[in-house]
């Protein structure tokens, strides 16, 4: 297996991980809820998911006194694709208070993917 971690330890079943690599919580919810408290300091801290979205994202970053604001993207003809501009977008308008941008694919509730094009046009940005 070479992952490009030259850790001796390896072998055909993969890397070895780490303790310091893990990070276990209790499902999705909990994840969640984790990685925005680490991000979330007060209002003016941004975190910004296209919509429609899953629910928790703003319900969590309203619990933890920050700011939710949805990225309108796409239609439903095509499935609220996401594209490297709205993206753009979103760090032109909000800046360095953008703390948090939430790009889960498939996307719940839709079902929509992210072409590999604008996968990578996403990268290239």
Do not use: W
Not at 32 to 51: C, F, G, H, M, R
Not at 67 to 86: E, M, R, V
Not at 91 to 103: K, P, Q, S, W
């Amino acid at each position: 297996n070479n992952d490009g971690d030259d850790n001796e330890d390896d072998d055909d079943s993969g890397p070895i991980y780490k303790p310091d690599h893990i990070c276990l919580t209790n499902g999705a919810v909990g994840a969640i809820y984790n990685t925005l408290s680490i991000q979330i300091e007060n209002k003016n801290d941004i975190v910004v998911a296209p919509l429609p979205s899953y629910g928790l994202y703003a319900s969590d970053t309203s619990l933890l006194n920050g700011t939710f604001i949805p990225l309108k993207c796409g239609t439903a003809y095509n499935g609220f694709a996401l594209s490297p501009k709205d993206i753009q977008r979103a760090f032109d308008t909000h800046g360095a208070n953008l703390r948090v941008l939430i790009l889960c694919y498939p996307n719940n509730p839709t079902g929509t993917c992210l072409s590999q094009q604008d996968a990578q046009g996403i990268v290239d940005e």
